[in-house]
């Protein structure tokens, strides 16, 4: 079946930093692949998404590429700031199919 | 911009109660989900609902649970006899498939403390 791994977290970096976050994906077919953010004591928000391979999704500064070649959608953002802290997760979907998460990753930004 | 709404914010019952979490998807969406998280663990899907029936549900939907769209625009997840193991936060998503996509809008979510 569909599964998602994401680097083990947390992930605690200081403001101004550079960020990536790994996530690679098993799926049959041709799935879209997405970040949510859940911020303290809030629900899920899509961050970003992308459709097919070699779409760049974006969104408040952060990106991530769908690379079939090597089943990953990294999340990366140049500069982070202390509003990021966060816990973000990568998921995959295959039409109106349920969404299938990774594990979250933890990210504390610190001043 | 429209969103999911979610009632009650926190829900604390005893045991063997029933339960019924409410959700109201985006006006214009056609498919229902939810999904439980919890505290710490990752986000599970437990059921998805299309044309007033489950189109997918999984290994802990089991008889304990079950959806209902009562009217044009609510959604409900039912636990008919809750356990100390159901304690999570639930999370009500909507879509509407487009071109073979489909992307998710979640609900803030009800916290569900079962003592």
């Known amino acids: 079946g569909n599964s998602v791994t994401q680097m083990e977290g947390p992930v605690t970096l200081s403001e101004e930093a550079f960020l990536t976050i790994n996530c690679t994906y098993t799926?049959?077919?041709?799935?879209?692949l997405f970040w949510y953010v859940q911020y303290p004591g809030e629900g899920l928000q899509l961050l970003l998404k992308a459709t097919k391979a070699d779409d760049k999704g974006s969104n408040k500064g952060f990106e991530a590429t769908y690379r079939k070649e090597t089943t990953s959608f990294h999340l990366e953002k140049g500069s982070v700031q202390v509003s990021d802290s966060a816990v973000y997760f990568c998921a995959l979907g295959q039409g109106a199919q349920k969404l299938v998460f990774g594990q979250g990753t933890r990210l504390t930004i610190n001043p | 911009e429209p969103e999911v709404t979610q009632t009650p914010s926190h829900q604390v019952t005893q045991m063997g109660q029933e339960v019924i979490l409410r959700c109201v998807p985006i006006s214009n969406h056609l498919y229902f989900y939810w999904y439980r998280q919890i505290l710490g663990q990752k986000v599970e899907f437990l059921v998805s609902?299309?044309?007033?029936?489950?189109?997918?549900k999984s290994e802990i939907f089991d008889d304990q649970f079950s959806v209902e769209r009562p009217d044009g625009s609510n959604f409900t997840l039912k636990i008919r006899s809750t356990k100390l193991e159901d304690s999570a936060m639930y999370f009500c998503a909507s879509s509407e498939p487009n071109r073979g996509y489909a992307t998710q809008y979640f609900g803030p979510g009800t916290r569900l403390t079962v003592l």
């Open positions: 799926a049959t077919g041709y799935p879209s």
């Open positions: 609902f299309y044309n007033n029936e489950i189109s997918e």
